[in-house]
């Protein structure tokens, strides 16, 4: 099983930029070969995908994020990263990440896609 813990959130202004991480430790060729996501889950709302990456580097996003969030891995560290530029307060939640089996593409739509998952990291944006 992997191990995922998430760090970098933070509270800040409507604007500004946080960088999340998320360390993955356990079986390392297990973790190189799935799906990495980020999904957040606002209070009252549903959980939502974020943006996602593949172990070939295939990425895709949110059409609320696109443009604004990338998400990044470092597998020699066994780092994923999310950079969240221009948030606003709509992007307040806590942050997840995510780890899953890699078929043909990694869905960014279906949490219950992915099977390990950190204990999130709380974003919180002020106007």
């Known amino acids: 099983q992997v191990h995922l813990v998430e760090s970098g959130g933070g509270s800040v202004q409507a604007g500004e930029s946080l960088r999340l991480s998320c360390v993955l430790s356990?079986?390392?060729?297990?973790?190189?070969?799935?799906?990495m996501a980020w999904f957040r889950q606002a209070t009252g709302k549903l959980r939502e995908g974020v943006a996602v990456?593949?172990?070939?580097?295939?990425?895709a996003y949110s059409d609320l994020v696109e443009g604004r969030f990338t998400i990044s891995q470092d597998n020699a560290n066994n780092i994923v990263y999310l950079q969240m530029n221009n948030l606003s307060p709509e992007d307040s939640a806590m942050y997840y990440c995510?780890?899953?089996?890699?078929?043909?593409?990694?869905?960014?739509?279906?949490?219950?896609?992915?099977?390990?998952w950190g204990q999130g990291t709380q974003v919180t944006v002020a106007s």
């Open positions: 356990g079986s390392p060729n297990r973790s190189r070969s799935r799906c």
């Open positions: 990456i593949s172990p070939i580097d295939k990425t």
């Open positions: 995510a780890s899953g089996p890699y078929g043909v593409f990694c869905p960014l739509s279906r949490p219950e896609a992915y099977d390990d």
